[in-house]
T-cell receptor, first 116, second 111 residues
Framework: EAGVVQSPRYKIIEKKQPVAFWCNPI?????LYWYLQNLGQGPELLIR????????DSQLPKDRFSAERLKGVDSTLKIQPAELGDSAVYLC??????????????FGEGSRLTVL | GQQVMQIPQYQHVQEGEDFTTYCNSS?????IQWYKQRPGGHPVFLIQ?????EVKKQKRLTFQFGEAKKNSSLHITATQTTDVGTYFC???????????FGTGTSLTVIP
């Protein structure tokens, strides 16, 4: 079974440029998460989707970050414009359902962003 | 928001020594999950604990959920170099459904 697929794996951009990340969750997983992970720290939730609905986006900096999950499958995370402090690894994860009492999270390999 | 703290932040052990990381919360947790992240890799699920006082074992790893459901521990017996990585706890508080990761404990095993 294919795991969570993310692209690109690496991205280097100059500040003020836009960037987009793509995630394909495990087939059949209704819940999709975007996390941000800085070096030496734990993943921080940016947004959580239940199917196509964003049910938790309280930590998403909405002035520059946006996300969508059309048709409740693939998702994209966009940053525009990027700032130096956005350099981090952006992790996508999926779980079978949003009830974390029963569901483990499956993570993709992550997209490492470097903003120069 | 909920803070799930882990101690220690870093741990260096000689191969064969034991290792323990602790996860503490100021609020009651509905569950606790543990993940391992190898250097350069992504978090991989290890286990989930739900019941108060629950203890689960996976070979050399022992996971425990506190009686008050506010803390948890992961103990590794006789560490091996393959145990190297960062161990994260993650949880949902009883008062909400946001899922938070702890600060992580980075384990280095010296051969």
């Amino acid at each position: 079974e294919a795991g969570v697929v993310q692209s690109p794996r690496y991205k280097i951009i100059e500040k003020k440029q836009p960037v987009a990340f793509w995630c394909n969750p495990i087939s059949g997983h209704n819940t999709l998460y975007w996390y941000l992970q800085n070096l030496g720290q734990g993943p921080e939730l940016l947004i959580r989707y239940e199917n196509e609905e964003a049910v938790d986006d309280s930590q998403l900096p909405k002035d520059r970050f946006s996300a969508e999950r059309l048709k409740g499958v693939d998702s994209t995370l966009k940053i525009q414009p990027a700032e130096l402090g956005d350099s981090a690894v952006y992790l996508c994860a999926s779980s079978q359902d949003g009830n974390t009492n029963t569901g483990e999270l499956f993570f993709g390999e992550g997209s490492r962003l470097t903003v120069l | 928001g909920q803070q799930v703290m882990q101690i220690p932040q870093y741990q260096h052990v000689q191969e064969g020594e034991d290792f323990t990381t602790y996860c503490n919360s100021s609020t009651t947790l509905s569950n606790i999950q543990w993940y391992k992240q190898r250097p350069g890799g992504h978090p991989v699920f290890l286990i989930q604990l739900v019941k108060s006082g629950e203890v689960k074992k996976q070979k050399r790893l022992t996971f425990q959920f506190g009686e008050a459901k506010k803390n948890s521990s992961l103990h590794i017996t006789a560490t091996q170099t393959t145990d190297v990585g960062t161990y994260f706890c993650a949880s949902t508080a009883n008062t909400g459904n946001q899922f938070y990761f702890g600060t992580g404990t980075s384990l280095t095993v010296i051969p």
